[in-house]
C-alpha cells in the first residue's frame, strides 16, 4: 500500500513504540523535534512538509504526565497550523481517563476537561486504548477509537500453553472485561472480591469468588499502578489452592515501589504491553512486555483504507 499522504510522528513519551509502528508500515517516522526550556516551558517543531497529508502524532500521557499532556496540545496545534488534511492523535495510554466522573463533591472531571483541550487543539481524531472508563468516548465530539490489546495480549499467553487455566478478574467492576478474556483464552473465570476505601491505592481481597484449587490462575486488568491490587489477588490465589499465578494488564504503569512489590509477590510472570515506555522504576525479571506496535499499525492503516476498526476484535 501506499502512505505518500500519510506521516506519523512520535511524541517524546512515545519515541520506541512510534518506530515499531512504522516498521510495521512499513515507512519512516516524521521529523520532528521536542525542547523543554530551562523554566520548564515545552516547544515542539515539525521538520518536514504536512500540508494536505493525515497526520498522526503518538503521545502516551504518563511520566510526567502533565508535560506530555500538554506536548500532545502543542503537536496537534503544529500540524494544524501546518495545514496538515488531519490530524489523529493516538494516545496508547490516556492517564486521565481515571478522572470520568464526579464521584466527590467539588471535584473535577478530568478526563472532560482533557478531552476538551483536545478538541480545542484541533485533533480530528483520537485513537487510544483500553481506556479505563468506554464512556469517555462520549466526551469526545470527535471519532474516538478504544482499541484493545487482548488479543495481542491472550495469543502471547496461548503460546505458553498453560494448562488448566483461570482468568481472575481484579474485582467486580472488571468482570465484563475479565469474561471476554476467558472466552477468547477457553478458560473459566474467577473473581476477587475487593474493597477499596480510600484514595491510597491499597486495595484489600476480601475472597476469591469461584474454583481455583489446582489451576493455573491468570489475572487480568486494564493496568496496575502501585502493583498492590495484583500482588494481593495473587496471594490470596494462592492460599486458596492455585498452583501458578500469571497477571497480564495493558498499561503497566508501575510507580516507585510497585516492583518490590510484585517481587515479593508469588506471581510468576506479569505481562504488559509497550504503551508506556517513560517508566520511572527498573523493571523486574518478573516482568514482560508484549508490543501492541502492530495492532496501533494495523488500527492506522484501516483509518487511511477506511476500513472499519471493529472488525479487528473479536464479538
Not at 128 to 156: E, S
Not at 243 to 261: I, L, W
Not at 283 to 306: D, G, N, Q
Amino acid at each position: 500500500m501506499g502512505f505518500e499522504d500519510v506521516v506519523i510522528f512520535a511524541g517524546s513519551s512515545s519515541r520506541t513504540l512510534t518506530d515499531r509502528i512504522c516498521v510495521h508500515l512499513n515507512t519512516l517516522p516524521g521529523r520532528n523535534e521536542t525542547k523543554i526550556f530551562s523554566e520548564g516551558n515545552t516547544f515542539v517543531r515539525v521538520l518536514e512538509n504536512v500540508r494536505g497529508r493525515e497526520a498522526f502524532i503518538v503521545q502516551s500521557t504518563v511520566f510526567p504526565t502533565n508535560d506530555s499532556f500538554m506536548e500532545l496540545l502543542f503537536w496537534i496545534d503544529a500540524l494544524k497550523r501546518a495545514s496538515a488534511a488531519s490530524v489523529t492523535a493516538v494516545i496508547p495510554y490516556f492517564s486521565y481517563a481515571k478522572g470520568d466522573k464526579k464521584d466527590e463533591p467539588r471535584v473535577s472531571i478530568r478526563a472532560r476537561v482533557c478531552a476538551d483541550c483536545i478538541e480545542a487543539a484541533g485533533a480530528d481524531r483520537v485513537v487510544t486504548m483500553d481506556l479505563h472508563a468506554p464512556q469517555i468516548q462520549g466526551f469526545f465530539r470527535i471519532p474516538v477509537d478504544n482499541l484493545y490489546a487482548l488479543p495481542v495480549l491472550c495469543d502471547h499467553v496461548r503460546s505458553l500453553n498453560l494448562p488448566n487455566l483461570v482468568v481472575v478478574s481484579p474485582d467486580a467492576g472488571f468482570v465484563k472485561a475479565a469474561r471476554r478474556y476467558a472466552a477468547y483464552l477457553g478458560a473459566s473465570l474467577a473473581i476477587a472480591n475487593k474493597e477499596r476505601p480510600d484514595h491510597t491505592e491499597n486495595a484489600e481481597v476480601l475472597e476469591i469468588i469461584g474454583e481455583v484449587a489446582g489451576k493455573t490462575a491468570l489475572i487480568v486488568d486494564d493496568f496496575t499502578i502501585s502493583g498492590g491490587t495484583l500482588a494481593e489477588v495473587a496471594r490470596r490465589l494462592v492460599e486458596a489452592g492455585a498452583v501458578e499465578v500469571y497477571a497480564m494488564v495493558t498499561h503497566g504503569v508501575f510507580t516507585p515501589g510497585s516492583v518490590e512489590k510484585i517481587e515479593a509477590s508469588p506471581l510468576k510472570k506479569l505481562f504488559f504491553t509497550d504503551s508506556i515506555e517513560t517508566h520511572q522504576v527498573k523493571l523486574s525479571p518478573k516482568m514482560e512486555v508484549v508490543s501492541v506496535a502492530s495492532l496501533l499499525a494495523e488500527a492506522i492503516r484501516r483509518i487511511y483504507t477506511h476500513e472499519s476498526i471493529s472488525g479487528m476484535f473479536p464479538v
